[in-house]
């Protein structure tokens, strides 16, 4: 079957730098993305990472290893807004095109 | 800006009754999934098509959900008979060739109520 853990939830400080972890195992892989999900919205694209190595975009970067089956999203200077759930998910996890999404972390920025 | 157009945005329906959910990729997407999100479940792979073909719906209850693209502007998930278990959100989200600068992009989603 198809694994992707992340954390449940996470609280950070306004300000602050947080780091989400998502690890996977997989039968297939074509990239790794990661969504933003605000309550009662729809997930936003963030990020895509398909070789080893960190990709930047402002405040959010995300990292991939692959032969670790590892990746992180890098949040820096925390804003309130960036409470949400963020979702990790993986391309071609069982084969052709699929994306199959982990649980999400609940990420709370307080003052 | 590109958009997914997701309706009804809001259903609510007695059980036993059919629901028909419709999609509108973005112009020029050729893959198209279908998710139901619940709070225990998370986001739930139904469905998936490729230049309208499904590729796979192993994640679909067979004797009650079927999806269909009947052609490249329209993609339908359909319930029937719907019961309450069936109460979720429901997405939509399609890519392109350019999935890696901009991913897969979401609807907005149907709420549906099963009473």
């Known amino acids: 079957g198809q694994n992707i853990d992340q954390p449940t939830e996470m609280t950070a400080t306004e300000g602050a730098i947080v780091q989400i972890n998502c690890t996977y195992q997989t ?21 895509y990472n398909v070789l080893d190595g960190l990709e930047e975009k402002g405040r959010f970067s995300s990292f991939l290893s692959r032969s670790k089956g590892y ?3 890098l949040l820096k200077e925390l ?14 996890a069982g084969g052709g095109n699929k994306l199959t999404f982990g649980t999400g972390t609940q990420l709370k920025v307080e003052l | 800006d590109a958009r997914v157009t997701q309706t009804p945005r809001h259903k609510v329906t007695e059980m036993g009754q059919e629901v028909t ?4 990729p973005i112009l020029g997407h050729n893959t198209v999934f279908w998710y139901r999100q619940t709070m225990m479940q998370g986001l739930e ?34 319930i029937q008979p719907s019961e309450p278990r ?25 709420r549906l109520t099963v009473v």
């Open chain 1, 27 to 47: 039968s297939g892989f074509n990239g790794l993305f990661w969504y933003q999900q605000h309550a009662g919205e729809a997930p936003t694209f963030l990020s």
């Open chain 1, 71 to 73: 990746s992180y999203l």
């Open chain 1, 79 to 92: 804003q309130m807004k960036d409470s949400a759930s963020y979702l990790c998910a993986v391309g071609g």
């Open chain 2, 21 to 24: 959910m419709r999609c509108q």
């Open chain 2, 45 to 78: 792979l139904l469905a998936y098509f490729r230049n309208r073909a499904p590729l796979d719906d192993s994640g679909m209850p067979k004797d009650r959900f079927s999806a269909e693209m009947p052609d490249a502007t329209l993609a339908t998930l359909k």
């Open chain 2, 86 to 110: 069936d109460s979720a959100v429901y997405f939509c989200a399609s890519g392109g060739p350019d999935r890696a600068n901009y991913g897969y992009t979401f609807g907005s989603g149907t």
